[in-house]
């Protein structure tokens, strides 16, 4: 797993890179503008949370697990040039071993987001139950499930020329005037998790390995009500043209699905005021994964699986 990270890390990098070098285009100045300075620093506290759901069947019953990890605060430190963007996050406090790196990069046309990140602080339970009705119920405590994440998203703004979602997301264009545009946008999305059990019981899955890439749209507003001042929101949403998910019911046994109907929507919203070289800004986001897949044997039973999570946070950045 520690090479998936790696070289998804070095993946990540070498896109993130393009927008840099591929928009030699001109925006309208009377809109947004390119702030002093090419260096940027900022330090970012926040609150994250996620939850897991996962239902597959079982023995004419079902068997899955709900767990989350409630509000956690993380601690990021980011740097940037120009239009790439780097950020870690980690929290000081826990002893939990969550961890986030993003890799971004926002050009006056199109932009690329990405995140990779691992968690073992989920807590919940795990059920599993046969048609006869009886139902076995275990907590999950943190450490008992591992789970890695990983996300690559592109877009593109019809109405670059005005609207600038660096401005929201990096601050890196100052808007300055009230603008918005239609986004298009394609994604890319793998989901690892394995559950810890020291019974080693039959019943409970192993893990699951699931893998989407699809595309969608949406839109995106920046408000300016006085000088200096930004209101962003956006909404996107994105289908899985492309997908399978993997069950790992033990050793050298598992169960390959595609879903039927994969959707991830996320969306954002934020608040920034810039000084002359300083800016402080509070922002939200919330993104959700949700698949349905049934079995290649045509049954009825499905798999099901839904991954949400949500951020706020509050920043302090300075350009030199």
Same mark, same amino acid.
């Given at each position: 797993m520690g090479k998936i990270i790696k070289i998804s890390f070095v993946a990540l990098l070498l896109l993130g890179g393009l927008p840099l070098n591929a928009q030699k285009v001109r925006n309208d100045t009377i809109y947004y503008a390119k702030p002093d300075g090419n260096?940027? #620093?900022?330090?970012?506290?926040? /609150?994250? !949370?996620?939850? #897991? /759901?996962?239902?597959?069947?079982?023995?004419?019953?079902?068997?899955?697990?709900?767990?989350?990890?409630?509000?956690?605060? @993380?601690?990021?430190?980011?740097?940037?040039?120009?239009?790439? *963007?780097?950020?870690?996050?980690?929290?000081? $406090?826990?002893?939990?071993?969550? #961890?986030? #790196?993003?890799?971004?990069?926002?050009?006056?046309? *199109? !932009? *690329?987001?990405?995140?990779?990140?691992?968690?073992?602080?989920?807590?919940?339970s795990y059920a599993?139950? +046969?048609? &006869?009705?009886?139902?076995?119920?275990?907590?999950?405590?943190?450490?008992?499930?591992?789970?890695?994440?990983? @996300?690559?998203?592109?877009?593109?703004? $019809?109405?670059? @020329?005005? *609207?600038?979602?660096?401005?929201?997301?990096?601050?890196?264009? =100052?808007? @300055?005037? &009230?603008?918005?545009?239609?986004? =298009? +946008?394609?994604?890319?999305?793998? /989901?690892?998790? +394995?559950?810890?059990?020291?019974?080693?019981n039959p019943d409970f899955t192993k893990g699951l390995v699931t893998f989407l890439?699809?595309?969608?749209?949406?839109?995106?507003?920046?408000?300016v009500p006085v000088k200096n001042l930004l209101v962003h929101a956006s909404l996107l949403a994105n289908y899985g043209f492309l997908n399978n998910t993997v069950i790992l019911n033990g050793k050298d046994n598992y169960t390959s699905v595609r879903s039927n109907a994969v959707l991830s929507v996320s969306g954002s919203t934020s608040v920034v005021y810039h000084f002359r070289k300083w800016y402080v800004g509070a922002f939200a986001s919330l993104d959700n994964l949700f698949s349905v897949s049934s079995q290649a044997t045509g049954m009825d039973d499905s798999y099901v699986i839904q991954y949400r999570r949500g951020d706020a946070h509050f920043a302090v950045g300075v350009r030199f």
């Open positions: 260096w940027h #620093l900022r330090l970012r506290s926040d /609150l994250v !949370g996620s939850s #897991l /759901l996962y239902m597959m069947p079982y023995q004419g019953g079902i068997k899955g697990v709900e767990a989350s990890t409630g509000a956690r605060f @993380k601690q990021c430190v980011g740097a940037g040039w120009k239009n790439l *963007f780097l950020n870690v996050g980690f929290n000081p $406090f826990a002893k939990a071993k969550d #961890l986030e #790196l993003n890799v971004n990069a926002y050009g006056n046309m *199109f !932009g *690329f987001e990405s995140n990779l990140g691992a968690s073992d602080s989920m807590a919940g599993y139950g +046969t048609g &006869s009705g009886d139902v076995v119920t275990d907590d999950l405590n943190p450490g008992d499930l591992i789970m890695f994440y990983g @996300k690559a998203k592109a877009y593109y703004a $019809f109405n670059w @020329k005005r *609207f600038s979602f660096s401005s929201a997301m990096n601050q890196n264009r =100052i808007q @300055k005037r &009230s603008a918005g545009s239609p986004l =298009i +946008t394609a994604e890319a999305r793998w /989901l690892y998790m +394995t559950h810890i059990d020291d019974q080693e890439a699809g595309a969608g749209g949406g839109y995106a507003y920046n408000w």
